[in-house]
């Protein structure tokens, strides 16, 4: 398996510009995650879906963030207009659901840089 | 949601055993504990969980006080490859009833001396 796979690696943007990041989960997992990480306020979490529904988007900062999941193999985060304050390795998580135990995957991230 | 407590860093040295503490009292019945770790660069990497009973797996052993107010992870041989972020974890139940999400805190910041 190739386990959970984000790109781009790195993007550098300009304020004001969209922002697109995607995501493929592993194959098989119906829980996707999405984490953003910076030196100041660590790892939060930002959405999750179950089943490609969204469940909990109560981290996402603002309107300017919205995430979809199409299917079960795809998701996006979309930050538009982004900001330097969006600056942060934005991380995402794949899980199989069972019961009160699941593992998460994470994928190797995307470094974001707005300028 | 429950809160774990972790020192915010922690010094070993290679092929010693490390114990890495967590403390979280408000934990509920319910509540499995997660231990995470991150290596530099990387996205954080699954160890071990467990409820109740010590737990052991190829990677590390987690140790479970009896109360379950605080737990051990326990790396037996320390390797330079074990430096990382380790995360203690409860999962917290999250919008939507049967659905749970894990919020990772700080860590501990786990140096490993040659």
């Known amino acids: 398996d190739a386990g959970v796979i984000q790109s781009p690696r790195h993007e550098v943007t300009e304020m004001g510009q969209e922002v697109t990041l995607r995501c493929k989960p592993i194959s098989g997992h119906n829980s996707l995650f999405w984490y953003r990480q910076t030196m100041m306020r660590g790892l939060e979490l930002l959405i999750y879906f179950n089943n490609n529904v969204p469940i909990d988007d109560s981290g996402m900062p603002e309107d300017r963030f919205s995430a979809k999941m199409p299917n079960a193999s795809f998701s996006t985060l979309k930050i538009q207009p982004s900001e330097p304050r969006d600056s942060a390795v934005y991380f995402c998580?794949?899980?199989?659901?069972?019961?009160?135990?699941?593992?998460?995957?994470f994928g190797s991230g995307t470094q974001l840089s707005v300028l | 949601d429950a809160k774990t407590t972790q020192p915010n860093s922690m010094e070993s040295n290679e092929e010693e055993p490390v114990h890495l503490p967590c403390n979280h009292s408000t934990i509920s019945g319910t509540d499995y504990i997660h231990w995470y770790r991150q290596l530099p660069s990387q996205g954080p990497e699954y160890v071990i969980h467990?409820?109740?009973s010590n737990v052991n797996n190829r990677m590390a052993s987690l140790a479970i006080a009896e109360d379950r107010k605080s737990s051990t992870l326990i790396l037996h041989r320390a390797t330079l490859r074990d430096a990382a972020v380790y995360y203690c974890i409860l999962r917290s139940p999250g919008s939507g009833g049967s659905n749970y999400k894990l919020t990772f805190g700080k860590g501990t910041l786990l140096t490993v001396n040659p």
């Open positions: 998580a794949s899980s199989l659901r069972q019961g009160g135990y699941e593992k998460l995957f």
């Open positions: 467990g409820l109740t």
